[in-house]
């Protein structure tokens, strides 16, 4: 084998490597809080009871699965709660049947999760390596370059108190390669109401 060609093989198997690598830590999902926000007048105590609601239009099961995770979480940590699917209907309701809806609940406080979207990003890095002098520069162009792809689901989580109807916190965050609700629904879960127990909305403890 030619020098050039053995050259071409190496960079092309180290390329091939690099991207395997970036698939297997792209596939691991992590969800982080972009941004919060809390009404500065609410002087309330935590929620004692929260009615959750998981807004899907497309897909019923994920609304059932995301709502039972999260109220598993929420009594895991000591917080009572009901999901949404017990007391609403699976098409629309009018605003009227919502609230009756809730008010059967027994609930002080509604947590609404609502998914705002799904992006692709792609990312090119250029090849690793030293490039020193004018030639070394001119070599990069026939090296491969590093290729990722990711995609990023942004979710917003909504407090209201139910007597109120005001809207008592806020957040948005991001999922970095969500693969299931199944999977990715209980780190969520745990990312969003320690926030919400951080700001004095619920008196939640992180199970262990």
Known sequence: MRPSTQ??????????TLIAAALVLASCASTTLQSTWRDPAYTGTPFKRLFVVGLSARDGTARRVLEDVLVAKLKAGGVDAVPGW???ADGPMDEAGFGAAVGRSGADGLLMVRLL???TQTTVWPPMGPRIGWYGVYSGWYAYPDVTQSQIAYVETTIFDTKTRRMIWSGTSETLN?????KDAPAFADVILGALSQN????WTAPK
């Open 7 to 16: 050259a071409h093989s190496s960079r092309l198997l180290r390329w091939l």
């Open 86 to 88: 017990q007391y609403l």
């Open 117 to 119: 979207g799904v992006e």
């Open 178 to 182: 969500p693969t299931s609700v199944q």
């Open 200 to 203: 004095g909305i619920l008196a």
